[in-house]
């Protein structure tokens, strides 16, 4: 079993940042891709930010530029720098890995607030 555990949400003003940070723990062997995803109220969850193992990213198109997502192998840790942010960033930020042969887990989800 795999346990996923985040931290770094809160509150914060318009223009401000936030790092988010998930780390896995349990029996992985293997990390195929780490990502985060939101989850505005009434809207689907949708992917915000990937990296795979070899280091290639993707981004959502209303974050690019603005936040980045990095990893620590090592560590089995996922971040995720969120710059300049809008109020439109708020949500709840969930990280997802990708593991072993392919079995998916989810982080608890951690709530961004992001005030005008």
């Known amino acids: 079993q795999v346990q996923l555990v985040e931290s770094g949400g809160g509150l914060v003003q318009a223009g401000r940042s936030l790092r988010l940070s998930c780390a896995a723990s349990?029996?992985?062997?293997?990390?195929?891709?780490m990502a985060w995803y939101c989850q505005a109220p009434g809207k689907q969850r949708e992917l915000v930010a990937a990296?795979?193992?070899?280091?290639?990213?993707n981004y959502l198109d209303s974050v690019k530029g603005r936040f980045t997502i990095s990893r620590d192998n090592a560590e089995r840790t996922v971040y995720l720098q969120m710059n300049s942010l809008k109020p439109e960033d708020t949500a709840v930020y969930y990280c997802?890995?990708?593991?072993?042969?392919?079995?998916?887990?989810w982080g608890q989800g951690t709530q961004v607030t992001v005030s005008s």
């Open positions: 990296i795979t193992s070899d280091g290639n990213t």
């Open positions: 997802n890995f990708i593991v072993n042969f392919g079995s998916t887990y």
């Open positions: 349990g029996n992985i062997f293997k990390i195929i891709r």
